[in-house]
């Protein structure tokens, strides 16, 4: 059984930035593509960015290019989100999940196998 186990969220002003991590735990980790997406309230949860575990091939949401940084640690099984230049939009609960069969990101929900419980990140402005 994967567990995923999202921390670093907190309350940060706008411009602020905020590192989050995933730990991921319960299997060896080969191929497989790692996400993180957010929901704010009110709203659907969207994708945010992802990782392939082999390579480090990269995707990000345009809404948070140039801003936010997906990249992982392949000998701590942890995969981070550096998030900078902070905006109150960003403001949402933030989750990380993991295919464990994806050889690309990608943003598809459905196919994402496992989902850790959710951090949140607050913005004010």
């Known amino acids: 059984q994967v567990q995923l186990v999202e921390s670093g969220g907190g309350l940060v002003q706008a411009g602020g930035s905020l590192r989050l991590s995933c730990a991921a735990s319960?299997?060896?980790?080969?191929?497989?593509?790692m996400g993180w997406f957010r929901q704010a309230p009110g709203k659907e949860r969207e994708f945010v960015a992802a990782?392939?575990?082999?390579?480090?091939?990269?995707s990000h949401a345009d809404s948070v290019k140039g801003r936010f940084t997906i990249s992982r640690d392949n000998a701590k099984n942890t995969v981070f989100l550096q998030m900078n230049s902070l905006k109150p939009e960003d403001t949402a609960i933030y989750y990380c999940a993991a295919d464990l069969s994806g050889a690309i990101p990608h943003r598809t929900q459905s196919l994402y196998d496992y989902w850790g419980q959710g951090t949140q990140v607050t913005v004010s402005s």
């Open positions: 319960g299997r060896t980790f080969s191929r497989c593509v």
């Open positions: 990782i392939t575990w082999i390579g480090g091939i990269t």
